[in-house]
């Protein structure tokens, strides 16, 4: 069981899905390059692997700023600039805050499950995607998935030093849209499935690959009341 500080910071403008890594840019440029959970990179050829506590999304069509367990301590470096004003896309953003919601979680292993939708979620790299091709059988390829998605939950856990001791369930039931995506000009597959873990995930945490990007963002699905 972990306590997990989350941040979500949604401003009031608006920017397109390829602006996202331009939005990072600019967020990064304004705090300076030694706040590195910002961009991740220690240096200018050395990065920092591990999951990202800040993470940039596009929340209806608004830039998001994503701040999970140390990165929530880290937003100040943002804050304190006279101006959050940025320039993307050769047009300045008037950064107005729309939404700041902060809370505090309790991430542990339930018995009971709870449901998701994981949207652009980058699964497996070239050679993941490849071996994923060369599976026949559907439950095979869900199977498939359904351990790269619980590597992603640990990986979170590891991220934000959460010791997990009881057995993480995870299954798709619906696998979605397979569409093709570009991530830094690399053409990638993003699976977008519903799935069931026994892990309570809190709403646009990303899992998989290039989750500062917002790739992989989870939402929960409730069930509607008869």
Not at 27 to 46: E, F
Request: hydrophobic share 40%; aromatic share 12%.
């Amino acid at each position: 069981m972990e306590k997990l500080k989350f941040l979500r910071v949604q401003f009031d403008t608006e920017i397109a899905p390829y602006e996202i890594p331009a939005f990072r840019g600019a967020i990064a440029s304004k705090v300076g390059r030694d706040s590195v959970l910002y961009h991740n990179h220690l240096d200018d050829k050395t990065f920092r692997y591990g999951y990202p506590l800040i993470q940039y999304k596009r929340v209806g069509k608004q830039p998001t700023i994503l701040c999970i367990g140390d990165g929530v301590d880290e937003i100040h470096k943002f804050f304190e600039n006279s101006s959050w004003n940025v320039t993307l896309s050769n047009r300045e953003l008037d950064m107005k805050i729309a939404k700041l919601d902060m809370h505090q979680f309790t991430m542990q292993v339930w018995e009971k499950d709870f449901t998701y939708k994981i949207f652009n979620w980058i699964a497996l790299n070239q050679e993941g995607y490849k071996e994923y091709n060369k599976l026949d059988a559907l439950a095979d390829k869900i199977l498939f998935l359904e351990k790269k998605l619980t590597g992603n939950i640990l990986s979170l856990a590891k991220g934000i030093n959460w010791t997990v001791q009881k057995e993480i369930r995870t299954k798709i039931i619906d696998l979605g849209e397979l569409r093709p995506v570009r991530v830094k000009g690399i053409r990638m597959m993003a699976f977008n499935p519903t799935f069931k873990t026994n892990v309570f995930l809190p709403n646009f945490i990303g899992l998989g690959g290039k989750v500062s990007l917002g790739f992989g963002t989870v939402k929960e699905v409730r069930r509607n009341k008869a």
